[in-house]
C-alpha cells in the first residue's frame, strides 16, 4: 500500500521547469505585446492630394459610388472643371480618347493607377514643350486639391419682350377686366362676368350718389 501511494504521488507531481523557460515566456510575451500595440496604432496611410480629387470627382452624382472607380462621364468633367481641356492642345475628343484606351475593354470605369496613366497620356499633349516628368508635375498641379464645380441657378434675364408681355397696362379686351389699375389681380370678379343689381348704368360715374340726395333734400 505505501509502495501505491508513492508511486501516485510521484505521478501526478508535475516535472520542475528548466532555468530557462521563465525568460523565454517574458520575452515572447513582450514581442506578443508590442505586436498588438502595432496594430493597434496602425492607421490608413493618408490620401495624396491628386487621389483625394480622384475620388471628389469619382463619387460626384452617384450616391452608389465608392470613389474606388470612375466613369467617363466625371472624367470628362474632371477634364474641363480642372483646366485639363484647352480647346487647344487637349480637347473632349482627346480625353474620351484616352479614356477607352486606359480602360478595359468589358470596364465602364477606370482606377486611380488607371487614372495616371490617364493623365500621363494627356500631359504629352497639354505640354508639349515639357519633359515628361515635367508634364506629368504640371498636369498633377492642375487636379490637386480640386472638386466638382457645382452650378449654381440659372438666374431669370429680363428682356424688353418680356416686360411688354407682362405690362398689364397693355392688356385689352377681356385681359385687361382682370386687373385693377395699379395692376393688382381682380381675383374671381376679373375672371366671371358678374350681375350688376344696384339700377346704375355700368360705368356711370355718379353711380351711389341717389340716396345721398334723397336723404340730404330731407
Known amino acids: 500500500m505505501a509502495d501505491k501511494a508513492k508511486s501516485s504521488k510521484a505521478a501526478n507531481k508535475t516535472p520542475p521547469k528548466s532555468p530557462g523557460d521563465p525568460a523565454k515566456e517574458k520575452s515572447a ?7 498588438e500595440g502595432t496594430n493597434e496604432g ?35 468633367k474632371l477634364c474641363k472643371d480642372c483646366q485639363v481641356i484647352d480647346g487647344k492642345n487637349v480637347t473632349i475628343t482627346d480625353v474620351d480618347i484616352v479614356f477607352s484606351k486606359i480602360k478595359g475593354k468589358s470596364c465602364r470605369t477606370i482606377t486611380f493607377e488607371q487614372f495616371k496613366e490617364a493623365l500621363e497620356e494627356l500631359s504629352k499633349k497639354r505640354f508639349k514643350d515639357k519633359s515628361n516628368e515635367e508634364a506629368i508635375q504640371e498636369i498633377h498641379k492642375l487636379i490637386e486639391g480640386k472638386a466638382p464645380i457645382i452650378s449654381g441657378v440659372t438666374k431669370a434675364i429680363s428682356s424688353p419682350t418680356v416686360s411688354r408681355l407682362t405690362d398689364t397696362s397693355k392688356f ?12 393688382k389681380g381682380k381675383g374671381k370678379a376679373g375672371r366671371v362676368d358678374l350681375v350688376d343689381e344696384s339700377g346704375y ?18
Open 42 to 76: 496602425a492607421t490608413a496611410p493618408e490620401l495624396s492630394a491628386l487621389e483625394e480629387a480622384f475620388r471628389k470627382f469619382a463619387i460626384h452624382g452617384d450616391t452608389r459610388a465608392t470613389g474606388k472607380e470612375m466613369h467617363g462621364k466625371n472624367w470628362s
Open 172 to 183: 385689352t379686351g377681356s385681359h385687361k377686366e382682370r386687373f385693377d389699375p395699379s395692376g
Open 201 to 218: 348704368v355700368p360705368g356711370y360715374k355718379h353711380a351711389g350718389t341717389y340716396d345721398h340726395k334723397v336723404q340730404g333734400g330731407k
Open 29 to 35: 510575451k513582450r514581442l506578443s505585446l508590442e505586436s
